[in-house]
């Protein structure tokens, strides 16, 4: 069965650290894979967007990393401050669906920076 | 930064009634989405909207939802007999052409009672 699966349990990091947030997906084809950022009863926030040609995307802080091979996404924020803390949210678009654009959305992991 | 926006922020509605959840998407954005989270659960995807049409769908948009663009700036998603199942957060998200980000509204919470 098609599955896309963060690590559901909360990843608690010292500010100034590196936080490493991994997404791991089966029996898709993605086309790209994004990652947002949620705050509680908030909508997500885009964040950064891979292609599945691509091997790395950075912004500012934020790096990501693509590998196909292993069907697997990471996210890492450096230098992570407490305001980092949040949920993490990957979302994958299929290739060979049609443009509509359609996500699909791992559960999201939990960010904890401490000062 | 333009702001994809939602009305109302929370509604609460007896079972079987009618709602219409609102939503401004960002003006020059081409697509449309309703996306809901039941509260603890992922995302996830139910209807997209292009060009005056639905383009996709999932299996949760039964007959019981619609979606509507009534004029050139509002999008609307209406629940026709509601469920105590479907309580759950609404959020619109629009996009531009080509393969960036979504803009996402910051949601209508929607409690069946």
């Known amino acids: 069965s098609q599955k896309i699966e963060q690590n559901s349990e909360a990843l608690n990091i010292q500010e100034g650290k590196t936080a490493t947030l991994t997404c791991n997906y089966t029996?898709?084809?993605?086309?790209?894979l994004q990652w947002y950022r949620q705050d509680p009863g908030r909508g997500p926030v885009f964040l950064l967007l891979?292609?599945?040609?691509?091997k790395e995307k950075r912004k500012e802080r934020l790096k990501v990393t693509f590998d196909t091979t292993l069907k697997q996404s990471l996210f890492h924020i450096t230098a992570s401050q407490p305001a980092d803390s949040a949920t993490y949210l990957c979302?994958?678009?299929?290739?060979?669906?049609?443009?509509?654009?359609?996500?699909?959305f791992g559960q999201g992991t939990t960010l904890q920076v401490k000062p | 930064e333009p702001e994809v926006t939602q009305t109302p922020s929370h509604q609460v509605t007896q079972m079987g009634q009618e709602v219409i959840l609102r939503c401004v998407p960002i003006?020059?954005?081409?697509?449309f989405y309703w996306y809901r989270q039941i509260l603890g659960q992922k995302v996830e995807f139910l209807v997209s909207?292009?060009?005056?049409?639905?383009?996709?769908k999932s299996e949760i948009f039964d007959d019981q939802f619609s979606v509507e663009r009534p004029d050139g700036s509002n999008f609307t998603l209406k629940i026709r007999s509601t469920k105590l199942e479907d309580s759950a957060m609404y959020f619109c998200?629009?996009?531009?052409?080509?393969?960036?980000?979504?803009?996402f509204g910051s949601g209508t919470r929607l409690t069946v009672v």
């Open positions: 998200a629009s996009s531009g052409a080509g393969n960036y980000g979504y803009t």
């Open positions: 029996n898709y084809s993605p086309a790209y």
């Open positions: 891979i292609r599945e040609n691509e």
């Open positions: 979302a994958l678009k299929a290739s060979g669906s049609s443009n509509t654009g359609k996500l699909i």
């Open positions: 003006s020059n954005h081409l697509y």
């Open positions: 909207f292009y060009n005056n049409e639905i383009s996709e």
